[in-house]
């Protein structure tokens, strides 16, 4: 159970968190390999297993067993190009997102999506969705910017909405999200409703709160609010 400890700001995960973003990463992903010759092309489990820490991570795991990793640059600059085009492609709010969301704002939080998605797709998607409306930031990454878990983009978020870390929590679903939290001795709250299970993370975030279900859990015992 989390603390009930009284924040003000919450920086909140993207994909695997508020939302399941897989499809488009997906066709995404293999529009680019075929525009570049390389086969076979990335399974959408093969994807959905790959994606964590950036998209050059997500493609360099993707190259790996196909000899071409060295090539994951060159697929990278292509992919940020196509996704735009496809980013709500199978899109899908996760359950609860929109109702914490509006639940912290009510109470006056302050809050960022904090993503290291490329920050145009994390716009149309969090738009589309209606999301960006509880938003404070939308604070993403470029191709080759700093992301998570680097300090400084922690950081970065933090002075975008003016918050502290010793009162603001990340909540995510990875071992990223809490290695960024832990960099800047902030809180973290972990739900399993990404690509990893509730056991992985319980290992791998060990001073995290949960791994909890999904945000109807995850709001009860963190922030006392039920949904």
């Known amino acids: 159970m989390g603390n009930l400890k009284t924040y003000t ?3 909140f995960d993207l994909d695997g968190t508020l939302v399941d973003n897989y499809t488009a990463i997906f066709v995404t992903a293999g529009i680019a390999f075929k525009e570049f010759g390389i086969t076979p092309p990335p399974t959408r489990d093969e994807v959905v297993r790959s994606v964590g ?4 991570l997500t493609l360099k795991r993707l190259l790996a067993p196909r000899g071409r990793e ?12 196509i996704f735009p085009l496809h980013a709500v492609d199978g899109l899908k709010m996760l359950g609860g997102a929109d109702k914490i969301l509006s639940a912290l704002k009510s109470r006056g939080l302050k809050l960022a999506c904090f993503t290291n998605k490329q920050t145009s797709g994390a716009e149309i998607v969090l738009r589309h969705l209606g999301l960006d409306s509880y938003l404070d930031a ?10 998570k878990p680097d300090p400084a983009f922690t950081r970065m978020a933090l002075d975008r909405i003016g918050a502290d870390p010793s009162n603001s929590i990340i909540i995510g679903d990875s071992r990223y999200d809490y290695a960024a939290a832990q960099s800047c001795g902030m809180d973290c709250a972990i739900v399993a409703t990404g690509a990893d ?5 319980k290992v791998e975030c060990p001073n995290a709160f949960g791994p909890y279900e999904g945000m109807f859990d995850l ?8 949904l």
Request: charged share 20%.
């Open 219 to 226: 709001a009860k015992e963190v922030f006392g609010i039920v």
């Open 197 to 201: 299970s509730a056991a992985f993370l």
């Open 70 to 81: 060295e090539m994951a640059d060159e697929i990278g600059a292509r992919y940020a190009e």
């Open 53 to 56: 820490g950036s998209i050059l």
């Open 9 to 11: 700001a919450a920086l």
């Open 138 to 147: 939308i604070v993403g990454t470029e191709l080759h910017s700093p992301r």
